[in-house]
């Protein structure tokens, strides 16, 4: 970090913008200072994440260097807002109300109008995962069925009872997938981070009521952020570690895993998070090993589905569910894989003791005793019918032939990859994701020439890589087009290296490696959030 405040000072002395020389030097001995200060700190205190945070807050009161980041980061949230209006530049924009009704006539041309402009890149093939199915039969038939429940509410089942019946029925579908044996102890959620949020809160609570009041839940690195987020909602310490496997590419060792676990134990954990598979490379966590060692400690177990709850059952009788003894919870979200519209995803319990503790309950509300299971309280019905009838439209044996279909493209894959020596996969991933790194070249120099060439990938970071995301919305002359477009945009690479030509990194995950501190970087993310309102 204080590498790249030196080097802010030296690019604002070149740019003159302190007004004389005693300026310049007296803040230059200031940064010194305090970069003595974080050598020293960081030989002896752990915790260096806050202290960095705390000296970089200090820093940043300085008015030169505040001035000349705020400068750089209005730069990057100008470019930011640019590419993202782009396409959106040429349409009328509507930012009050309309005074007088617009003709529906009229509504329904610009909805379409706008849906061609997409369809383009949607039905392109180049989208990784966010598209999960290419079906006109299902659409057509979701078509049908949107306009019967679009205005029912779940939270009131004595109005809506045929909306409750088939959310348990979704409920327990999932549930008997997952071989519970109590499969009514979970719920319907807006979609995965929800289905996370829930889970993590009732372990929480679980935790106080327990007197614990520091509650620390163990993740690895490649776990969706998710986790992050309901530590931060709900005041639980991340332990987060680099991974639960020795080296990515030789997998694990048991007895190496129950080390690395048995020292972050303690008295204040309250659970375990396992991924099957993890977003980033689609590596399925040891969740086998993990349940025999949160069983033997007494802690909550929760298995995150989200990608491969509609995949991994299906292709594997013994795929990892409520059969092992130390799993407490499992999320899997219909809206991927199962292929139901945005959003959904269900949360289910291995008893249902612990999904009454995930509950929110008033009983002396003003307004009448009141009580929800989810984070929301009005929640959209229709979600909940179009997800039903996509599961009833199905079937287990169409899943299953998806299912199988996801799994051979992911390995051909991965297959076509391993022969190009320039670059290497992570892992041996077989159900849905295939990650990807090189050690002769900067990544992101690949994944800049693919975006110019259509694709649109997950960029990673930490360590330096992208993923390919393959869906039912993709084929053998997918996985043919990237493979021969990667083998291309290696080779522009490696020619630019040996003529010398400046490279230049686009990617704003290129920007996270270079200034690699999460004060910058977050300021540079609210700008983006602050950018999606901002239309002209």
Not at 107 to 124: A, C, D, F, V
Not at 286 to 307: M, R
Request: charged share 20%.
């Amino acid at each position: 970090m204080f590498i790249n405040i030196l080097n802010y000072y030296s690019q604002i002395i070149d740019e003159s913008l302190f007004d004389n020389q005693s300026n310049v030097s007296s803040n230059i001995s200031l940064v010194l200072k305090l970069f003595g200060t974080y050598y020293l700190l960081n030989k002896s205190i752990s915790g260096i994440p806050k202290i960095k945070s705390l000296i970089y807050k200090k820093i940043k009161q300085n008015s030169y260097v505040n001035n000349y980041i705020t400068t750089k980061i209005n730069e990057v949230k100008l470019d930011i807002k640019k590419d993202l209006n782009q396409n959106i530049k040429d349409e009328k924009l509507y930012l009050d109300i309309p005074t007088e009704n617009v003709n529906p006539e009229d509504i329904l041309n610009l909805i379409n109008n706008y849906n061609q402009k997409e369809l383009g890149l949607i039905n392109s093939g180049k989208v990784s995962g966010c598209i999960y199915h290419n079906n006109d039969k299902l659409d057509s038939f979701m078509n049908q069925v949107f306009p019967i429940y679009y205005r029912s509410n779940p939270l009131h089942p004595d109005i809506y009872p045929f909306v409750r019946k088939m959310e348990a029925e979704i409920v327990q579908m999932c549930a008997s997938l997952m071989n519970s044996i109590e499969p009514s102890a979970g719920s319907f959620t807006s979609g995965g981070t929800e289905s996370i949020l829930l889970a993590c809160k009732t372990y929480r609570d679980i935790a106080i009521e327990k007197g614990i009041t520091k509650p620390e839940i163990i993740v690895a690195s490649n776990a969706h952020a998710a986790y992050w987020k309901a530590g931060h909602y709900f005041n639980i310490k991340i332990i987060e570690l680099d991974s639960y496997f020795d080296d990515i590419k030789d997998m694990f060792n048991t007895k190496k895993l129950e080390s690395k676990l048995n020292k972050v134990i303690n008295n204040n954990t309250i659970a375990i998070i396992a991924s099957a598979p993890s977003f980033n490379h689609g590596i399925v966590d040891p969740i086998y090993t993990i349940s025999d060692i949160a069983f033997k400690k007494k802690l909550y177990l929760h298995i995150d589905y989200c990608l491969g709850g509609f995949l991994l059952p299906f292709l594997d009788n013994e795929s990892p569910d409520f059969r092992l003894l130390g799993v407490s919870s499992i999320s899997l979200d219909t809206h991927k894989y199962g292929n139901g519209p945005k959003g959904g995803s269900v949360i289910l319990y291995s008893s249902t003791k612990l999904y009454k503790k995930q509950a929110f309950v008033k009983d002396d509300w003003s307004g009448g005793i009141y009580g929800t299971s989810n984070l929301s309280g009005s929640r959209d019905g229709n979600a909940i019918v179009l997800t039903w009838a996509t599961l009833m439209y199905h079937g287990f044996k169409k899943y299953n032939s998806n299912a199988i279909n996801i799994k051979y493209l992911t390995l051909k894959l991965r297959s076509d990859l391993e022969n190009i020596e320039e670059i290497f996969i992570y892992g041996k991933p077989e159900t849905c994701i295939v990650g990807v790194g090189s050690d002769k070249f900067n990544i992101y120099l690949l994944t800049d020439k693919l975006v110019e060439l259509g694709w649109n990938i997950n960029i990673l970071q930490n360590p330096s890589s992208f993923h390919f995301c393959i869906t039912n919305n993709h084929n053998a002359d997918t996985i043919n087009n990237l493979v021969e477009d990667i083998k291309k945009c290696i080779q522009e690479i490696l020619m630019s290296k040996k003529n010398d030509q400046k490279q230049e990194v686009k990617s704003i995950y290129g920007t996270t490696q270079k200034i690699n501190d999460p004060e910058i970087i977050g300021d540079v993310v609210r700008e983006y959030m602050c950018c999606l309102n901002e239309l002209k």
